[in-house]
């Protein structure tokens, strides 16, 4: 079974801190990527990285950065946390696509992430 | 018009019940499918793969039709465990990772 561990289930936070979230997959996934879902608006990608040390940015990377600096591990980077980012931040990992396609994403748990 | 629409819901039916959900995409470049299913405040977590005309799993049947850009998950026979959200995802072409494109999902309720 793919196992996709986020470091935290709850995070609070004050705005202006800068805060780490962690992600980490145990089943040799090149892909990685980070969502938001808030309420009403579904799943919004924030970046994702299809190799070590690559990244693109999804559909809603301002005031996020990313790092990959393992294949298992993708950190999310709020570089000055806003209210505006209070949300539910999911970690997913996928193979690359085969011959069939693109392949299904793999979900952690998700950080719940307030910022007072 | 979002890439992939869902019927938001919700659809409440009683136990044993057979419910259908649809889901329509616009991108005709769409190759692969997948449904999820997202319990409140959880991960969503893979429930089928349609990587051609449909899918088959126990109580869980996926058909894609193509021609007319939808895709629909069936649930016979509805347990009340079956109550999450489901969501529908769309993957164009394969050269890209990032093709994966997520439905807002359909709330399902199964009561006593």
């Known amino acids: 079974d793919v196992k996709v561990t986020q470091s935290s289930r709850y995070l609070v936070k004050r705005t202006g801190e800068k805060v780490f979230l962690e992600c980490v997959q145990d089943m040799d996934h090149e892909n990685m990527f980070w969502y938001r879902q808030d309420p009403g608006l579904g799943l919004r990608l924030i970046y994702f990285s299809y190799d070590v040390k690559m990244k693109e940015k999804g559909d809603i990377p301002e005031g996020y950065s990313v790092s990959r600096e393992k294949k298992e591990r993708f950190s999310l980077i709020l570089e000055s946390a806003s209210t505006n980012q209070t949300s539910m931040y999911l970690c997913?990992?996928?193979?690359?696509?085969?011959?069939?396609?693109?392949?299904?994403?793999?979900f952690g748990d998700g950080t719940r992430l307030s910022i007072l | 018009r979002k890439e992939v629409e869902q019927d938001p819901g919700p659809f409440n039916v009683p136990e044993g019940a057979t419910v259908a959900f649809n889901c329509t995409y616009s991108n005709s470049a769409s190759q692969s499918f997948f449904w999820y299913r997202q319990d409140c405040r959880k991960e969503p977590k893979l429930l089928m793969s349609v990587y051609s005309s449909g899918n088959e799993d126990g109580r869980f049947t996926a058909q894609l039709n193509r021609a007319s850009q939808y895709i629909s998950l069936l649930i016979r026979d509805s347990k009340l465990s079956d109550s999450a959200t489901y969501l529908c995802?769309?993957?164009?072409?394969?050269?890209?990772?990032?093709?994966?494109?997520f439905g807002s999902g359909t709330q399902l309720t199964v009561l006593p």
């Open positions: 997913a990992s996928s193979l690359h696509p085969s011959g069939q396609g693109n392949q299904p994403q793999h």
């Open positions: 995802v769309s993957a164009q072409s394969s050269g890209s990772a990032r093709q994966l494109t």
